[in-house]
T-cell receptor
């Protein structure tokens, strides 16, 4: 079963408009973290925003905000005032706890959403 | 701003050859990771490394793969005998001590490995 589901393979948005990229997740753990990364055509992975499962408020970072609905297990990324430079792949990822006791963990990624910003 | 660096940016090799991908994590980070992304697919976890040993590894990380921190700054991924299906972008990542709310993994720019 998919742990991270991104149902929108591609999205278009007009420049200066807001856009919401969907992400739902599946976990039985109480403690988890959710991340969004941006991957431009150049290939690097750029961290955008983080939401912890115990955080009471939705995370915000500049033009990025995370619409976290814990009961629905969704963590949608909202980009306000889209810019041409926002055109990229966007990946939602979830931190899975490591049970080895070493404290490190792995991220499980969704398949991504390709966002295209139209001038 | 500190960043993760990776070399080379692109590596082309013949099937059956050994390759070593190199990474320099952010200097005060303690946890190191390798991920891969086959073209057009999602990013997949390979291995995590802490305190000079592997913490976790995925099914992908079989005996052909190994990781090493040969000195205080480098973190390497070795593939002993490359296969065509190893062609992918390989990302190194690092994170600070995994305290709540700050356990973000920062990724390097990636090494694109092409196996011919």
């Amino acid at each position: 079963a998919q742990k991270i589901t991104q149902t929108q393979p591609g999205m278009f948005v007009q420049e200066k408009e807001a856009v919401t990229l969907d992400c739902t997740y599946d976990t039985s753990d109480q403690s988890y973290g959710l991340f969004w990364y941006k991957q431009p055509s150049s290939g690097e992975m750029i961290f955008l925003i983080y939401q912890g499962s115990y955080d009471e408020q939705n995370a915000t970072e500049g033009r990025y905000s995370l619409n976290f609905q814990k009961a629905r297990k969704s963590a949608n990324l909202v980009i306000s005032a889209s810019q041409l430079g926002d055109s990229a792949m966007y990946f939602c990822a979830m931190r899975e706890p490591a049970y080895s006791g070493a404290g490190s963990y792995q991220l499980t990624f969704g398949k991504g959403t390709k966002l295209s910003v139209i001038p | 701003e500190p960043e993760v660096t990776q070399t080379p940016s692109h590596q082309v090799t013949q099937m059956g050859q050994e390759v070593i991908l190199r990474c320099v994590p952010i200097s005060n980070h303690l946890y190191f990771y390798w991920y891969r992304q086959i073209l057009g697919q999602k990013v997949e976890f390979l291995v995590s490394f802490y305190n000079n040993e592997i913490s976790e590894k995925s099914e992908i990380f079989d005996d052909q793969f190994s990781v090493e921190r040969p000195d205080g700054s480098n973190f390497t991924l070795k593939i002993r005998s490359t296969k065509l299906e190893d062609s992918a972008m390989y990302f190194c990542a690092s994170s600070d001590y995994a305290r709540a709310g700050t356990d973000t993994q920062y990724f390097g720019p990636g090494t694109r490995l092409t196996v011919l």
